[in-house]
């Protein structure tokens, strides 16, 4: 190596090596801070931990709590500290403390999440609830309910025309029933003439009536019958709606 001679200046650093030396000493500054954030939140998370873990919720609550502590913080280690404050109070039993203190962490940070430490499955389910309800805060408004609309009236035919049909087809169908029977009714009584007549011509006469007479009652029965079986089908049509 050549030693410098004596009385010579030294060399002179160059403008890229000078820019690099204050960018990285402002890199620097900029991110201790944040640093420090983080590790003082880390800090105080570890020694409520401590107490927490050893059951003194009373004692965790208050480092927690502290409010020197917290106003040195970021919004982001201010949201971690909250959250395992809402733990504790939820441990506590004061469930209105605890939901105060998760709104206040997610209003921080919405992805804020619980410290590791044991929690039951309530607890997890409130700070579930009051993540939705973060969430819901900060989306969009739902949609407002609008009423239903009433469905098109539907044409119906009134179903007196039907009515008077079915009573129309009854009455008939009555009608020839009770001439069915009375025709029945003479065709017996002439095919016991026939029997009781004296003359071969008189028997062979009346048992021809009395024929005639038992078909025109067949021929009204079934007709009646028809008839009325008609009605009843127009009366069961009369009920349907729409018809």
């Known amino acids: 190596m050549i030693a410098r001679a004596a009385g010579q200046a030294p060399p002179r650093v160059g403008r890229a090596g000078a820019a690099i030396a204050m960018g990285a000493a402002l890199a620097f ?9 983080g590790d003082a939140a880390a800090a105080l998370i ?10 003194e ?8 709590e502290r409010p020197a502590a917290l106003e040195a913080l970021d919004d982001a280690g201010r949201a971690r500290v909250r959250a395992f404050a809402g733990l504790v109070r939820a441990q506590m039993a004061d469930d209105a403390g605890a939901r105060s203190a998760f709104a206040e962490a997610l209003a921080l940070d919405l992805c804020v999440a619980l410290p590791d430490v044991p929690a039951t499955p309530r607890i997890i389910a409130m700070f579930a609830e009051e993540r939705a309800r973060a969430h819901g805060a900060r989306g969009t408004a739902a949609a407002p309910v609008t009423a239903p609309t009433a469905p098109p009236s539907q044409q ?3 179903p007196m025309p039907v009515v008077a049909a079915a009573a129309a087809l009854g009455g008939a169908g009555a009608v020839s029933l009770v001439a069915a029977g009375a025709f029945g ?3 017996l009584a002439t095919h016991a003439d026939a029997n009781a007549a004296e003359f ?7 048992a021809a009536q009395a024929r005639d007479q038992a078909l025109v009652g067949n021929t009204l029965l079934a007709l009646g019958v ?18």
Do not use: F, H, N, W
């Open 185 to 187: 009714a003479m065709a």
């Open 200 to 206: 071969q011509s008189d028997a062979v006469t009346k």
């Open 156 to 158: 119906t035919t009134s």
């Open 57 to 64: 919720y009373d004692t965790a609550l208050g480092i927690l």
């Open 46 to 55: 570890d020694e409520a931990r401590a107490r927490y873990q050893a059951v």
């Open 226 to 243: 028809v008839l009325v079986v008609g009605a009843g089908g127009a009366a069961a049509l009369a009920l349907v709606p729409g018809t």
């Open 29 to 37: 500054g900029l991110a201790a801070p944040a640093r420090a954030d």
